[in-house]
């Protein structure tokens, strides 16, 4: 069981840091070949702190897991919210404009509930939702992309470009100094080889991490959506922990704030639009009367807490983080 666990960790890590890799040699990519940075901020942010959910759900999908991959939405949903805004709280508090509310903030909400309605009347999500929920996630990009043409749009995107360089370390200066030392065709072939190299050992341990997550639910007698809901969600919610201290360090409240709506809807149709669509993910009892609820719980309270004048002040940081903290003693001492 020790090694087991040495496995998960080691392959957690392997993930976070390749997927790191990947979305660095992706934006000095897009750099050199003079992609605007804007675009690239708001693309390493989705793409960067999604990847690792993504890769270690699919995986779990091949594997014949879904369980895992809709166990790690779940679980990164709620981190997101206790954990991920939670801890940012402690230090500064987190304001944000009505409009993030309205728009990002009510569309996760809604989506929540309509995860919840599919999963209650069908009992599953198959290729079907999976094709819609993508399908929706291409035109949530759109829009989002589109609302870079807004004048007002225009100063939080160089705030979130800064930002995804601060949290994700894009690498600007080893780009200026390889365009000074470097040929360019030379530069870009390295780059495109640290890509996919990196991406590479993205889904490798990607594979190792489902295959770790099974081995040790089977050896600790649990069922593997609570390791998911757990261990592998707060892991796959550390590039979303270090974005929002970045942007609680610039004081960017809707930054942050983005950041969590923005990644928990892009877990939702992202993530399990690809593991449903590579195999249907059945739920099961638990699933529709504990955790899900629960993820609407956390969703109903961010609202809440952000439609008042204070937003997420310290005590209503340490009461999400109680929350959190209540969520993880559930996996622990209640085994479904």
Not at 86 to 94: E, M, Q, R
């Amino acid at each position: 069981m020790t090694a087991t666990a040495f496995i998960l960790v080691l392959s957690l890590v392997g993930l976070l840091v390749a997927a790191d890799i990947f979305v660095d040699a992706v934006a000095e990519l897009a750099r050199r070949l003079d992609i605007s940075p804007m675009v690239i901020g708001l693309t390493v942010v989705a793409v960067g702190t999604s990847l690792p959910e993504v890769a270690a759900s699919a995986a779990a999908s091949l594997k014949g897991h879904p369980e895992i991959a809709l166990g790690n939405v779940i679980g990164s949903n709620i981190a997101n919210i206790g954990l991920i805004l939670g801890l940012p709280a402690l230090y500064i508090p987190i304001v944000c404009t009505k409009n993030v509310v309205r728009s990002e903030g009510f569309l996760m909400v809604f989506l929540s509930i309509v995860l919840y309605v599919i999963s209650f009347a069908l009992g599953e999500l198959n290729a079907v939702i999976g094709c819609l929920f993508l399908l929706s996630f291409a035109l949530f990009i759109y829009w989002s992309f589109k609302r870079t043409r807004e004048p007002d749009f225009a100063q939080e995107l160089e705030e979130v470009a800064e930002i995804a360089e601060d949290a994700l370390t894009l690498g600007t200066e080893r780009v200026e100094k390889a365009q000074e030392s470097e040929d360019a065709d030379v530069s870009i072939l390295r780059l495109s080889f640290r890509m996919f190299c990196s991406l590479a050992v993205v889904l490798v341990s990607s594979e190792y991490l489902v295959h770790a997550t099974v081995e040790l639910a089977r050896s600790a007698g649990v069922s593997e959506n609570v390791i998911a809901i757990s261990l592998i969600a707060i892991g796959t919610s550390l590039p979303e922990l270090s974005v929002s201290f970045a942007a609680a360090r610039r004081k960017q409240g809707d930054i942050l704030i983005g950041n969590v709506l923005g990644s928990n809807i892009s877990n939702i149709l992202l993530v399990l639009g690809v593991a449903s669509m590579i195999k249907p993910v059945t739920m099961n009892v638990n699933t529709l009367n504990l955790d899900l609820p629960l993820m609407l719980v956390f969703a109903f309270i961010l609202i809440l807490f952000l439609s008042q004048s204070k937003g997420v002040n310290r005590p209503k940081g340490l009461v999400l983080l109680g929350l959190y903290g209540i969520v993880l003693w559930r996996c622990v001492a209640i085994t479904p």
